[in-house]
């Protein structure tokens, strides 16, 4: 972990330890603080569509255990495990409610949205998704996770729940997947 991160993260959690004490100055800093590696974390997760919606449900809980976060780890590590849970119960809940459509011809729908994406000015995020759709989720979350919002493997392996070296192999795994499918893409072209 470099200086300036590990001063950083210092500074974040030192910030919710106030917040958690009652410092609504410091409670706000640290949102403000955080907010955006949790959007960006739970917008590859999911979708940026559902993003604001997590990151709400992931504040209301994350204020709901600041009084008990001993600091043991940083801020931002702790609240990011709570994401990842909130994106694992969001999941569950989907799974077990059938799904609604607002139109009859949601097909149709789709369709004119996914042309709508492919505009200009979209077509390098359009492809990064893509791509980062391909990977597994393990490997997608390991790869967000360290490569996008700079988690150290360390702090990486305590958001998934999994060693260091899980997080370290499935970083360099996604690399490869990725490699392969830009490959792939270039050579149907």
Sequence with gaps: MSTGRGNDDERITALALAGG??????????????????????????????????TQETYLRAFGSLPRFAGRSSSRTWLLSIARRVVVDRIRARSARPRESATADWQHVAE???ARSRSAGFEELVELGLLLGTLDDDRREALVLT???????????????????TVRSRVSRAREDLLRAQEETDSAM
């Design 21 to 54: 004490r009652g410092d609504r100055v410091a409670l706000e800093r640290w949102v403000l603080e955080t907010q955006a590696d949790v959007w960006r974390f739970l917008a590859h997760r999911t979708s940026p569509a559902e993003a604001d919606d997590l």
């Design 147 to 165: 490569q996008f919002l700079g988690l150290s493997y360390a702090e990486a392996a305590e958001v998934c729940g999994c060693p260091v070296g």
């Design 112 to 114: 004119e949205q996914s």
